[in-house]
């Protein structure tokens, strides 16, 4: 910032050749005090919105995509039990921020890869990992409802296109024996409190599952806090990690 | 305040401007490493869970 200050004594206009210091007057320094303030939360979103979004994306893809090969190397000692292509591989409930899978979505980008890990909570898995997995509900291919929360913005935003899903779009679970595919049915809006949605069978009580389904739950409108956007699919289908990588992944999108 | 700032800087005006830059890098450098991650844990921009 140049030294030019508003409260500059008016005398300095004239005599050029040798400027007396300008004083620092209390007006002065306040109101600088409060530029630099402005200054600092604009940095703040940039940083927020953007930088700190950015590079998490950035660590979470590289993250994902290890894990993702590191499973691909251990295959040998899963296929022999999981081999079967119908009934699906059920996994223990993870621990609150333990990485158990990645969430693809071709929607969302062919390379998009998003860990999942146990526990909604901000700061131990949904800030630092990406999406978390709601404890009490069901694990994926189970019946009943497998709940994911996530960011729609910042910190890596992993399902910032969530309202962008169209009905089919496949919501692919990769986990160590294999690859579970649901398919996309449909967006709901709820209020912050809207719990239903968690049900084995959403916003129904005490009904037995007869179904398998996923459910996204991320913030609505984006940037807000005022409501939630809830994305529900249900299970399609089961690829063991031996039948390699299910045709749902590399789906090309249109429209 | 930012007037008193750059009278202390040394030397000529280029050499003023190189510190000043500095000292704004490095500034930079402690909000996006330290500051901000810190106001963050008090602030929760957003809320994506459903709870009680």
Redesign the interface.
Known sequence: ?????PT?PAVRRRGNARKP??R?TVV??IG??LVTGGV?VL??LV??LW??DAVLRAEQDSKAAQLSESWEAGVPEVAEESADPVVPVLLAEPDDAEVFGILRVPRFGADYAAQLAGG?S??RT?NPLGL?H?PGTQMPGELGNFAV??????HGKP?NAIGELHVGDAIIVEVPEGWYTYRFRTLEY?E????G??NPVPQVDAVEASDSIITL???NPA???AE?I?AYGALESWTPRAAGPPASLTETMEG | MYGALWRALPGPVWVRLLLLIALIAVALYVLGTVVFPWVQSFIETQEVTVEE
């Open positions: 910032m140049l030294p030019s200050s500059a210091a300008p620092v002065g320094v600088e005090l600092l940095l703040f940083w927020q930088l700190n909604v901000t700061s949904l978390g709601y929360a996530g960011h729609r913005n910042s399902l709820v912050p409190s809207g719990v949605v968690l739950t991320s913030c940037f807000s806090t939630r809830i």
